[in-house]
Each structure stands twice: as structure tokens, then as C-alpha cells.
């Protein structure tokens, strides 16, 4: 559904001296720079596929929405979507795809959402039967059908994004992008909005490709992930083996843990978190004789990543097949008031893959 091929975008800016003389200069001696947005992009998206796209700010996912939307053409490279070239801007192409900028508004602001989602219907030139059945549809997913008649600019944030979303889905897009549809909402609207896209993929099988900064959004829909630093596609796969990078060299270290067997195969690593009890008495005497805490503050050098919060919880990264092994050792150690064990968040991978790239 999406084939993209060394796409590239180099922006030229005038880079103006500061103050009024350097405004002047401009006048005779103009200077500019460019920046190579996206540079050499290549991907493949399949019919029906949810796919996360992550990168820094400034990274280029932006830009290269706004070139596969047909926005802003490519300095070089190739696409296509839905077999057509989005830079020719041809009609028949915009009524396959949209496109959603969670920090940018189509719906007119003082009209009731309704006024617009007519005009969008005139616009596409929707028959009035598919229209009426799409946005009963799409106001029953959203729950958004009793705000149909207020005005746009009075409508929550959430409320309006999901507005949005009706007004980008009016004329049945076969290609979905979305660039941080979730941007500013609270939780509560943000598990709405996800729970919602889900729902609206599995059943039109949508192509969606996603941008959020909030690895919620991509963790609950996205199987598949394409990362992009400084321009550069840095990671195309599956969500699941982006998490198994996490492996790393400090699982290493844990091999040679003094009575737990831990083998020193990657895997995925999770977090085991643990509270020692007792903590006051750790350090005072018992019956006038001095206790040896059950866990020193260096207690798990041993498992090579590790640290201590200042409220005496003990952090642990291990791999997954030495989970078991350590919180056995852990719990037969001395008495625990806590433990949990967590996977390492999607967050860390991400900024591990990114500090990686740079
Ligand atoms: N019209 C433009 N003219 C000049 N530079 C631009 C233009 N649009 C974007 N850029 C630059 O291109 C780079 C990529 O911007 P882009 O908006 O694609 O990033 P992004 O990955 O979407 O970031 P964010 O997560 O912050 O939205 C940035 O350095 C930005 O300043």
C-alpha cells in the first residue's frame, strides 16, 4: 500500500544575522543552510498494517508525512501510495488517504462540528446514505454524538481531536496518517482515542502509520516500528525484537552471581525491584550487638547494572531467563518488604536506540 524509496527532503533556510545591521547584510549578502530532513528513506507498509513511526524531535517523521500527503515534494527519491505518486496531487489520491495533525485543526472553529463534517461531505462528494451511515458509525466509536452541535471552539481538547479524527475518516481513506493524535490529551482521552484506532483498523483494514511521543500509543497498536534520527530510517521491524535490543553488554556481568546460575544469553531484560524490610534497624544494634544488614548497600554489585534509590529500593536489570534464579536468591537473602518485576519500559529502549544512532 506504501512503498517509499530513498525519499529526501533538504529545506534551505536564510540563516539572518542577529540585529538590525545584520539585517541590513542580509539585504546584499544573503546566507542560507541546508538541512537534509529526511534523508534516503526506504520502507514498505503492507494493506491493513499498523505501523508506530518513532524518532526524536526533529527527527523527520513530519516532513516525511508532509511529502507522502503530497504537502511538500521530495528533493529526490520516489513514492507511492495506494499506487499513486502523492507529489502529483492528483484528486483520485486524496480521496484514498488522510492525514491528522494532532497540533493542527481542519474543523472550523466557530461552527458546530456538524457544519463542517457537511461541508467535508460536499467536498469528497460523499452520497448522503454513506455519509449518514459512516459518521453514525464513527460517533458511536467515539461517544462524541452529544457534542455534534457545539461550537468547535468549546469542545474539550479531546473532544476535538476526536472530531477530527470523524472529519479525516468522513470519505473512507483506505491510508490513515497520523501525526500525535493523542498530543496534550489526559489518559482517560488518549486510551480513547487508542482503544478507538485499534477498533477502526481491525475492522476497514486501514493502512495507519502512527507518529506519538507517548510509546503507549505505539506499545498497545503498533506491531511493527520504523525509527527515524537525524533524517535516517535507523530501525524497521518488529515492535517485539526492538525490545529484545535491549539486551546489551551489562547482562554479562550478571553471570558470575555468587549462588544463582544465570546463563549470560541476551533475551529481553526485565527489571526486578525490591524493598529490604528492617531498614531502621540496619543500622542500629540488636541487644547492644551490631546486625550486618541482610543487604549491604553493595548487595547486588554483583548483577553489574544496578542502583539504590534513596528511599532503599534496590534496582536489578537482568535477562528474562534469570528472573526467577535472582528473586529466588533475593527473597532467601533477608526479609523484603517490596519486589516487583517489570519489563524495561519502552521509553529506555527507544532513547537507547537513539543515543546508539547519535
Ligand atoms: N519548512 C521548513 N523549513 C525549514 N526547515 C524545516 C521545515 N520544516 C521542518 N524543518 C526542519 O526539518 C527538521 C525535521 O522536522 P520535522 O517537523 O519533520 O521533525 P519531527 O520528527 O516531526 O519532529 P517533532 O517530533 O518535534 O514533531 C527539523 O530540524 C525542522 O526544523
Redesign the pocket.
Known amino acids: 500500500m506504501i512503498e517509499v524509496q530513498n525519499l529526501t527532503r533538504v ?1 534551505r ?1 536564510y540563516k539572518k544575522q542577529p540585529g538590525f545591521w545584520g539585517g541590513v547584510k542580509g539585504l546584499f549578502k544573503r546566507e542560507f543552510e541546508e ?1 537534509a ?1 529526511a534523508k534516503d528513506i526506504s520502507f514498505s507498509i503492507s494493506e491493513g498494517e499498523f505501523v508506530g513511526f518513532l ?9 516525511t508525512l508532509k511529502m507522502l500527503s503530497g504537502l511538500i515534494y521530495p528533493t529526490s527519491g520516489t513514492s507511492r501510495v495506494g499506487g499513486f505518486d502523492p507529489s502529483k496531487r492528483e484528486s483520485a489520491y486524496r480521496r484514498i488517504f488522510a492525514l491528522v495533525l494532532g497540533q493542527k485543526n481542519q474543523l472550523w472553529w466557530d461552527l458546530p462540528a456538524i457544519e463542517s463534517f457537511n461541508l467535508l461531505r460536499a467536498i469528497y462528494a460523499i452520497p448522503q446514505a454513506q455519509f449518514n451511515e459512516t459518521l453514525d458509525e464513527l460517533l458511536d466509536l467515539l461517544d462524541v454524538r452529544a457534542k455534534l452541535n457545539v461550537m468547535v471552539r468549546e469542545l474539550s481538547l479531546g473532544e476535538r481531536m476526536k472530531m477530527e479524527l470523524i472529519a479525516a475518516l468522513l470519505h473512507r481513506p483506505r491510508v490513515l496518517f497520523l501525526d500525535e493524535p493523542t498530543i496534550g490529551l489526559d489518559v482517560i482521552s488518549q486510551k480513547a482515542v487508542r482503544n478507538f484506532l485499534r477498533e477502526y483498523n481491525r475492522r476497514n483494514k486501514v493502512t495507519i502509520l502512527l ?1 506519538s ?1 507517548y510509546m503507549a500509543d505505539i506499545s498497545e497498536l503498533c506491531d511493527r516500528v520504523i525509527v527515524i534520527h537525524h533524517g535516517r530510517k535507523i530501525y524497521d521491524g518488529a515492535l517485539t525484537s526492538l525490545e529484545h535490543r535491549n539486551e546489551g553488554s551489562a547482562s554479562g556481568d550478571v553471570s558470575h552471581s555468587a549462588g544463582v546460575g544465570i546463563t549470560r544469553a541476551g533475551g529481553k531484560k526485565k527489571i526486578i525491584t525490591f524493598l529490604p524490610e528492617l531498614l531502621a534497624q540496619e543500622t542500629h544494634s540488636a541487644h547492644g550487638k551490631p546486625q550486618p544488614p541482610a543487604f549491604p548497600e553493595n548487595w547486588c554489585s554483583r548483577y553489574g547494572e544496578t542502583s539504590r534509590t534513596s528511599d532503599g529500593k534496590f534496582t536489578l536489570r537482568v535477562p528474562a531467563d534469570a528472573v526467577v534464579a535472582v528473586s529466588q536468591e533475593i527473597l532467601t537473602t533477608g526479609p523484603v518488604a517490596d519486589i516487583t518485576i517489570e519489563d524495561v519500559p519502552l521509553e529506555e529502549v527507544i532513547a537507547d536506540l537513539f543515543s546508539g544512532a547519535r
Open positions: 529545506f533556510t538541512l530532513a524518532g526524536p524531535n526533529g527527527a523527520g517523521k513530519t516532513t507518529t511521543h
